[in-house]
């Protein structure tokens, strides 16, 4: 099998797998009970905690565990305009994975007001569309660190700035950058940021937010004492104990996955746009997650190609999973200007840490057979675009 779709989720790193089962013999006792079974998990997963807040430049106390990427997307921007009744506007992109999209669409069925910054050609926001969108009444600015569907690395760090002029708090979604690029707190100078375990391999099912101390915010849910009060239920121990595993493997050996990663994923990208005909790379080729590659194949659906690299065992995407078969045309190819018949003919690849130089080889020996004879067959006329 040749794995490219690590964007969607990434496979179990053999470590992190090896110490889950050990916690999973080991330990079952809850958090929260005060004899030593239950205060040796606490221990242990404020471990997790504490390697998880130090690796993004935060405290112990500032972090939360949730469900997923998903639910800190979702905690962080209905929590803090909960907290916040007397301001009802709020800021994001047009190119927002899901869980921030339709997070948006229901604060706008609540009354919020929401503006979508529009990106351009390479999927990079228009900084004074932003500038210009912020007003006394805006509770909390939202843009993703790197995009999932192209990569594209948005300048969080400018944003910033900005969001502090105004006194408006600022949220990242940074589920696709951590663990690829530096994700740092107070370099980014963000308030809230959310991450999650299966990107980085580790476990599904488990996330966390960051929220800088003094930020305003409401939890989703009402219950125990857990996550300070702003997330209660007794915690995925399990999950907590394999996310921060996950992180400690990346400590590791980060650096050095990162540079394979995006020689493997640039001798990739040269090969297809060597040999194969009538495409376009989407994204920017700089400010870039590098293993992100995201190419429209002119003529052809996205679904055949993808359908045909699978029977050679060969996997993936056609853009944000979550969003796959749900959608018609990708809202981030939209959002970057390409025309309907192009974005469904956009195939993206995510490379990662286990992805080798052969892999990499059978690829770009197989795709150009497929995309050639699927050209053939193709009711699209080529010329047209
Ligand atoms: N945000 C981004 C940018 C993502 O790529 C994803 C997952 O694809 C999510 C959020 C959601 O994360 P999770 O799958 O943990 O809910």
């Known amino acids: ?171 990242t979604d940074a589920v696709q950058s951590f663990g690829k690029i530096d994700v740092d707190v107070n370099k980014l100078g963000v308030d809230l940021l959310s991450i999650s375990a299966h990107k980085i391999y580790g476990p599904k099912g488990i996330g966390a937010l960051y929220i800088r101390k003094g930020t305003k915010i409401c939890p989703l849910i009402y219950g125990g004492h857990q996550e300070q009060e702003m997330r209660p239920g007794t915690e995925n121990t399990i999950g907590i104990v394999g996310f921060g595993e996950a992180v400690r493997v990346f400590r590791k050996q980060g650096d050095k996955d990162k540079k394979r990663i995006e020689k493997l994923a640039e001798q990739l990208k040269k090969g297809i746009e060597e ?13 870039r997650i590098k293993g992100t590659l995201n190419f429209s194949f002119y003529g052809l659906e996205a679904e055949a190609i993808l359908l045909s690299l699978a029977v050679k065992d060969i996997y993936v995407s056609t853009g944000s999973a979550c969003s796959e078969g749900a959608e018609e045309t990708s809202h981030v190819l939209s959002a970057i200007g390409l025309k309907p018949e192009i974005a469904r003919s956009s195939i993206r690849m995510s490379l990662g840490r286990f992805n080798t130089e052969k892999d990499i080889e059978i690829v770009i020996e197989e795709l150009p057979e497929i995309i050639e004879n699927l050209r053939k067959i193709s009711a699209l006329n080529i010329e047209e675009y």
């Not at 929590?79 to 047009?94: C, M, Q, R, Y």
């Not at 939202?142 to 690395?153: D, P, R």
């Not at 040999?275 to 790379?281: D, L, N, S, V």
């Open 1 to 171: 099998m040749i794995y490219l779709d690590n964007n969607a989720t990434t496979p179990l790193d053999p470590g992190v797998a090896d110490k889950m089962c050990w916690f999973l013999k080991e330990h079952f006792g809850n958090p929260s009970s005060l004899y030593p079974i239950g205060r040796d998990v606490k221990k242990i997963i404020n471990e997790d905690r504490e390697i998880i807040a130090q690796t993004l430049g935060a405290n112990r106390n500032e972090i939360f565990f949730t469900g997923s990427g998903t639910e800190s997307d979702n905690f962080a921007i209905r929590g803090v305009l909960d907290a916040h009744p007397e301001k009802n506007e709020f800021i994001t992109s047009s190119i927002e994975h899901p869980a921030v999209m339709n997070t948006a669409k229901y604060l706008e069925k609540n009354g919020i007001k929401v503006t979508y910054v529009p990106v351009d050609k390479y999927g990079m926001i228009d900084i004074d569309f932003l500038k210009d969108s912020i007003t006394p009444k805006t509770a909390l600015i939202s843009i993703m660190h790197a995009n999932n569907e192209i990569g594209t690395i948005q300048p969080i760090e400018e944003i910033s700035k900005i969001a502090k002029e105004h006194n408006v708090f600022l949220h």
């Open 275 to 287: 040999i194969i005909p009538h495409i376009k790379f989407n994204g920017h080729e700089k400010k």
